[in-house]
């Protein structure tokens, strides 16, 4: 951000708290507000809510898993394939646009400052994201996918890969100076995702093991754990440390980098 920009934060911040309705309160209008228009752009909520239904009539064209372990190394790369579109791209896009079209600049005349503003338009989308995930899990659920056999880590996966792709989003967006390269700046990341999500049980054992520090690729491992068992996603690793723990370090760590660097790079006004 700008040196203008960041006294501006600490004149607001030196004023307190007490103006207003206060703070959490203008963030949840906010965030209300953003869901209220995200659920207008129809595309958007077309795709959250027929994804489901999409992945479930891909697994009938292929060959249907029948083990807990085929279910869980399945509904973890699909997981993960939510994530990257949803949380994702949708907020890369959103937060890019209110960017170009100066919303967050005016939005800073408010009580709020740069973080809660974006955090409130992050919320909205975790909010359709959950909402996706869940019916994704009752849609797999009724068509003949097992129960997971450990709920929490399916939940942990989902947790911190929603986090994950949320913070993407804004670095994306951060590192980009405007909506129209977008686009281009989060292919990458999403091709290799969707790549890496395959690879995890590769037979040549450093495809596998390389596949993880792609990051959103841990989050299928976990998930792929969580459903079919210790057996699916990548079993083993060269370093004394077990996959599910791996998996963990590297979510919250790319999501730390991700942070990070997207206040160090973020402005408020698109760039040439």
């Known amino acids: 951000m700008t040196t203008s920009a960041t006294h501006h934060d600490a004149g607001r911040a030196a004023a307190g708290p007490g103006r207003g309705p206060g703070r959490f309160t203008l963030m949840f209008a906010l965030t209300r507000a953003e869901l209220r228009l995200t659920f207008r752009r129809k595309g958007v909520t077309a795709v959250a809510l027929l994804l489901p239904m999409m992945l479930v009539g891909i697994s009938y064209l292929g060959q249907r898993p029948e083990t807990a372990v085929q279910w869980g190394a399945t509904l973890g790369v699909y997981f993960m394939y939510a994530l990257m579109m949803t949380p994702y791209m949708s907020t890369a896009?959103?937060?890019?646009?209110?960017?170009?079209?100066?919303?967050?600049?005016?939005?800073?005349?408010?009580?709020?400052?740069?973080?809660?503003?974006?955090?409130?338009?992050?919320?909205?989308?975790?909010?359709?994201?959950?909402?996706?995930?869940?019916?994704?899990?009752?849609?797999?659920?009724?068509?003949?996918?097992?129960?997971?056999?450990?709920?929490?880590?399916?939940?942990l996966g989902v947790g911190?890969?929603?986090?994950?792709?949320?913070?993407?989003?804004?670095?994306?967006?951060?590192?980009?100076?405007?909506?129209?390269?977008?686009?281009?700046?989060?292919?990458?990341?999403?091709?290799?995702?969707?790549?890496?999500?395959?690879?995890?049980?590769?037979?040549?054992?450093?495809?596998?093991?390389?596949?993880?520090?792609?990051?959103?690729?841990?989050?299928?491992?976990?998930?792929?754990?969580?459903?079919?068992?210790?057996?699916?996603?990548?079993?083993?690793?060269?370093?004394?440390?077990?996959?599910?723990?791996?998996?963990?370090?590297?979510?919250?760590?790319?999501?730390v980098v991700a942070i990070l660097v997207a206040r160090r790079t973020w402005r408020w006004e698109p760039r040439s």
């Open 160 to 255: 911190l890969g929603l986090v994950l792709a949320l913070v993407l989003a804004t670095f994306v967006v951060a590192v980009t100076g405007n909506h129209e390269r977008v686009m281009f700046t989060m292919m990458p990341l999403l091709i290799l995702a969707v790549i890496g999500a395959q690879l995890l049980d590769y037979r040549i054992e450093a495809v596998a093991w390389a596949s993880m520090l792609i990051p959103l690729v841990p989050a299928a491992d976990l998930i792929a754990k969580g459903w079919g068992g210790p057996g699916a996603g990548l079993e083993t690793l060269p370093v004394p440390l077990s996959p599910v723990a791996a998996d963990i370090l590297l979510l919250v760590g790319w999501t």
């Open 93 to 155: 896009t959103q937060l890019s646009a209110r960017r170009d079209t100066l919303v967050f600049k005016r939005l800073r005349t408010t009580e709020l400052d740069g973080a809660e503003l974006i955090s409130a338009s992050l919320l909205a989308i975790a909010v359709l994201g959950l909402i996706q995930m869940v019916l994704m899990l009752a849609v797999f659920l009724a068509t003949g996918a097992p129960l997971p056999q450990n709920p929490f880590l399916v939940l």
